[in-house]
């Protein structure tokens, strides 16, 4: 069982940053695909990152370099870095794990809470 706890969302304007973090506990995460989805009130699940072994990373393209993913191994941490952030990029951020590469939610078995992201122009 993985247990999965994001924190870091929050209340920023057009053009700032925010760090998202996802602490990931009863496994390490070395043998799992980590990603983030985001999602807005009355919409499907979006695929936003992931990130798998040997330093691969895949990003949907609305990110336009402007986000970066990471591990802390010693951490057993997940982070998420937004700069540039806009208002489009409002939304409640989860953290995932699935066994598989993949940017459909659908196939990621563990999940998060969710941390909300609030951007204003």
């Known amino acids: 069982q993985v247990h999965l706890v994001e924190s870091g969302g929050g209340l920023v304007q057009s053009g700032g940053s925010l760090r998202l973090s996802c602490a990931v506990s009863?496994?390490?995460?070395?043998?799992?695909?980590m990603a983030w989805f985001r999602r807005v009130p009355g919409k499907e699940r979006e695929f936003v990152s992931s990130?798998?072994?040997?330093?691969?990373?895949r990003y949907a393209e609305f990110v336009q370099g402007r986000f970066t993913i990471s591990r802390d191994r010693a951490k057993n941490t997940v982070y998420l870095q937004m700069n540039n952030l806009k208002p489009d990029d409002t939304a409640v951020y989860y953290c995932?794990?699935?066994?598989?590469?993949?940017?459909?939610?659908?196939?990621?078995?563990?999940w998060g809470q969710g941390t909300q992201v609030t951007v204003y122009s």
């Open positions: 009863g496994r390490s995460f070395s043998s799992y695909v």
């Open positions: 990130s798998w072994n040997l330093g691969h990373t």
């Open positions: 995932a794990a699935s066994r598989f590469v993949s940017t459909t939610a659908e196939t990621y078995d563990y």
